[in-house]
């Protein structure tokens, strides 16, 4: 369970426009200012960002250049964005980033949407 308090302390409010799900969507990321670039697995997705683990920590407001691989689907979405949140995981040197996409087209969006509803309508699982 998230803790809303932390929004609320670093002055970040708690503004999504899309429910988010949890699951296994694949994410190929580049961060070019720091010459960083990996695979990793979404903690979560949804139509406006997506929450990844990440080898070396970023900071917020560096961009992000991603892949992203629906289940199910074969084509890759490819997606730019900020990182907006940061957290150092609870496990190993691993980090958590969220991230606003800033580019992606209105057709991935779409898919991601869709990927969200479709996992909610199948398992009832979905996070607002």
Do not use: C
């Not at 994410?27 to 697995?41: A, T």
């Not at 490819?78 to 057709?107: C, L, N, Y």
Request: aromatic fraction near 8%; avoid cysteine; charge should be positive.
């Amino acid at each position: 369970m998230r803790d809303r308090r932390r929004y609320k302390r670093s002055g970040a409010a708690d503004r999504r426009k899309h429910p988010r799900s949890d699951g296994l969507v694949l994410v190929n990321y580049k961060v070019p200012d720091l010459g960083l670039e990996g695979k990793s697995s979404a903690f979560n997705i949804s139509g406006t960002g997506v929450r990844i683990s990440l080898q070396n920590k970023i900071r917020i407001g560096v961009t992000v250049e991603m892949e992203i691989f629906l289940p199910g689907d074969s084509k890759v979405i490819p997606a730019i964005g900020d990182a907006v949140w940061i957290q150092k995981a609870a496990r190993g040197e691993m980090h958590s980033a969220s991230i606003k996409f800033t580019v992606i087209a209105q057709k991935n969006r779409t898919r991601i949407i869709e990927y969200v509803d479709r996992k909610f309508q199948k398992y009832g699982q979905r996070n607002n």
